[in-house]
């Protein structure tokens, strides 16, 4: 069973340590090993995680916690699921990559043209 700290309120920690610190201060290894009353006395309120069932285009996503006396459980909410845009074929890249040398050719002349026309007008 999953255990989730409980302090001021809100939910601080989710899964027991291993190695941790009783509230009197002394430190404890095989803290997750603890009784469930030394739990509940340190502060420590037992997960229920009961995920909806999954709808065809939805996922699960964790939104919070609600708190009991007893116990914690995980509240979900069903997020839609975006499609992936379709992948680019191999030829619409490589037209991409063509069509973009094209362009950066261009450029690259443009800036040739602009230099030797602000050096006429600096120098000359």
Known sequence: ????????????????????????????SCYHLLSHEVLLQEGWLPLIDN?????????????????????????????????????TSVEEKLEKISVLEEQNMVLQQAIIELSIILGNVVGG
């Open 51 to 87: 995920p909806p069932v999954v709808v065809e285009g939805f996922v699960p996503i964790i939104v919070g916690y609600e708190i009991f006396e007893d116990k914690v459980e995980v509240l979900y909410e069903l997020e839609q699921i975006h499609e992936k845009p379709e992948e």
């Open 1 to 28: 069973m999953d255990y989730v700290l409980i302090e001021n309120g809100k939910v601080t920690k989710i899964g027991l340590p291993k190695i941790g610190k009783l509230k009197d201060g002394r430190s404890v």
